[in-house]
């Protein structure tokens, strides 16, 4: 029969393709073959297009190449201002050490002439009792036999940008000394002194970044804590938490730890503290039983097992 109209009057079938069948027989979208169309129908507007993204590409290569040889030129050249600038606060720095060793040696000397015009002043047991109340809070100089603490820090190589090290765990840390300056005192030094720096009542030891302040004053690397006192002080020290810490610390990382007696050690006199005077209050709430005022304090040494430092450290 042909395709027309049956005799029902249905129309008549149509057979589309599946979809499976055409997307193989044509797999490209017809948006494709249009714009391949379009650039044979103008081939040199889409050349000159081709032409000037290039183009584009290469001025921003060029562009990227020239700016990051401006900057390296501009760091080599800042890189000889950096290293006097760095060179000049060196100077300045080891200048004003210098200035500040001076002056310590000068009022040492004007100390000692005080001294010699107290003491030609006062009777002899006067000036004897005043000389032992020195001694024994720090601001006057003592000699005799003791125990010096050595501690180094281990070998490291410097950074490379900063020229230094951090700190670490192979580094002696301001807790350190705090442990072993208190230990000492409760092993029975009655005179003790870090680098030279005489410790009292009032001295601190504190970290500022890496750096180790005592009495404000920065200590490095060999440290030795110095110690006056009887002959079993070594003996007590060996037997304390602070030297089995340091011990063992020294094998796992490699700082150096010493303990040797010496004899006829001499420590230097601290600095003359600020007095602070109290005053009776003027107010209505004034105690007339002159009580006594917050803030004070009574000299002597720290009560072993105490910190020096507000802020303990931890190893």
Known sequence: MSGGPDSGGRPPRTFTPDFLTELFRNPLDPGYADAAARRRESPSTSGWRAGCARSVSVLVVVAVGFLFAVAYRETLAEEPSRSQA???????????EAETDEMTV????????????????????????LRNLEAGTGLGRVRGDGVVVR??????????????SDAGPDRVIYSDLQKVANDLWAAGAEAVAINGQRLTATSTIRSAGAAIL???????SPYEVSAIGPGSMRDRFEESRSAYLMRRVAKQTGLSFEVREVEDLVLPAAPEPRLRYAEPSVGPSASPSGSAVNGSSSPGPPVPGTSLSPSGGVR
Not at 106 to 129: I, Y
């Open 86 to 96: 760095r060179a000049g606060l060196i100077a300045q720095i080891k200048q004003r």
């Open 106 to 129: 000068r009022a040492d000397r004007l100390r000692e002439e005080v001294n010699r015009h107290r003491d030609a002043a006062l009777s002899g047991s006067q000036a004897a009792r």
């Open 151 to 164: 501690l180094v820090d281990a070998p490291r190589e410097g950074d490379a940008v900063t020229g230094g």
């Open 214 to 220: 005592v009495d404000f004053r920065p200590v490095t």
